[in-house]
């Protein structure tokens, strides 16, 4: 029963970001990860690039072009979304981080988050995590 309703709620995840996009609210941006470490097909649980300067650098423009609108410039929630800021930088944290963006955020059927699987690779999901993470508390 319980992974009957799972498999409901991600084929509807899985099926959204074309009613999302469709609204015109802003296109989706690949990141260029060139000079990134390659990680394969399966997916990671733990970010592989913690701390590189280079992942920083790459993870800031594909933050800004598609997180920041909602979570804010410099990781700095306006409350529109939860500050990102306040996820520890551990393993635990980093596989929930890449499970909610793979498969994005609905409540109550409405999409809070749109899903990134095919639209971002690995490599930009994890770049993006080592930005987040290294950007200061207030
Ligand atoms: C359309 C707005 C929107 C965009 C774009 C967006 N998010 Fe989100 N995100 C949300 C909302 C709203 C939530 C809270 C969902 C909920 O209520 O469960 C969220 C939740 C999250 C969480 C879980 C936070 C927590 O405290 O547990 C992570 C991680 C996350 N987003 C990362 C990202 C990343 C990385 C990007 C860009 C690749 C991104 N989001 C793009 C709106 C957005």
């Not at 060139?34 to 690039?49: D, K, M």
């Not at 981080?97 to 095919?118: C, H, Q, T, W, Y």
Request: charged share 20%; glycine share 8%.
């Amino acid at each position: 029963m319980q992974s009957k309703h799972l498999f409901l709620v991600l084929t509807a995840v899985m099926a959204m970001p074309i009613i999302v996009w469709a609204h015109g609210d802003a296109a989706p941006q690949p990141v260029d990860t060139t000079g990134l470490r390659p990680l394969g097909t399966e997916w990671l649980l733990s970010n592989p690039y913690r701390g590189d300067p280079k992942a920083i650098e790459i993870g800031s423009k594909g933050y800004n072009s598609n997180c920041a609108r909602c979570h804010g410039l410099d990781v700095k929630s306006g409350g529109m979304a939860p500050d990102l800021r306040a996820l520890e930088v551990n393993d635990q944290m980093d596989a929930w981080f890449l499970s909610r963006v793979i498969n994005g955020a609905k409540r109550d059927d409405r999409v809070k988050m749109p899903p990134f699987e095919n639209i971002l690779s690995q490599e930009a999901m994890w770049a993006i995590r080592s930005y987040i993470d290294a950007q200061p508390d207030d």
